[in-house]
């Protein structure tokens, strides 16, 4: 069935919808993105992923599509549009169009920024059965660049990652810098000592995650002592428990890291719990 999507200021079917060759997304990855999970209809942490979309904007000079104000309804209509229960909304900014190929941005008074989204239909995203027995990731170089912090949609590397996972029999990649670990290709990365969460401090070298936020307010309003500074991939195979947080998979355990099984090869306690307080918790605020 064709979604409907939205570009520049029209809901249009999928196959109607276009954006210019010249458009500098395409051509220089020059735009940022989020993607926000429906649960039951209703957005998950809307307002932290317009808050960080408006961050990316701002540290990249990108001027704030026209219909930035209007961008909660125009997720609203998107999910009621293509009746999606569960799913995720993929929203892109980009510096836009100036008819041709160019280093040098463009006038923003004269080009304006594009603006598209579509929804993915994932009918019960939150009762995946993989979280059930955890994932395996292996651990690859980090080589992009150094402002990981803005979600732009450069995701190559990101890309190569998951490919390097599928090929070596694992799910997904944890990205290493200076022997520390960074993060996931797509997701934040955490291991659990005992009843301690560790994961890295925010700063330019990762995605500053809508979700990890939650999930630390909720683990420590839960009495879970939560430790932000880096991690060694030898400490990680170590480790009681592992885990990812990401707007697709919420909280999903790590069983194995290099071949390397995690306590009993279960997703243990820590992981599950917070889990399932996360999507309690988000289900309630969902708006
Ligand atoms: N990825 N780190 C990276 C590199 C990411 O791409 C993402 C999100 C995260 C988690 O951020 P959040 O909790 O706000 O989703 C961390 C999205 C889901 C994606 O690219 O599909």
Redesign the pocket.
Known sequence: MSRTVYVNGAYLPEEEATVSIFDRSFLMADGV???TSVLGGKLI?FD??LA?LERSLNELDIPKPEAFDSLLEIHRELVVRNDITDG?I?LQVSRGSAGDRDFVFPDPEVVKPTLVLFTQSKPGLAESPVAQKGIKVISIEDVRWGR?DI?TVQ?LY?SMGKMMAKKAGADDAWMIEDGFVT??????AYIVQGNKIITRALSND???????AAVLRFAREAQMEVEERSFTIDEAKAADEAFI?????FVMPVVEIDGVTLGDGTPGSVAPRLREIYLEESRKAAI
């Open positions: 993105y989020e993607v942490d932290g992923h960080r995720m993929y990981r979600k995701l990101p993060e996931g290709t797509s997701n934040n990762i995605l500053h995650g809508i979700t990890r947080t990401s707007a697709s998979t």
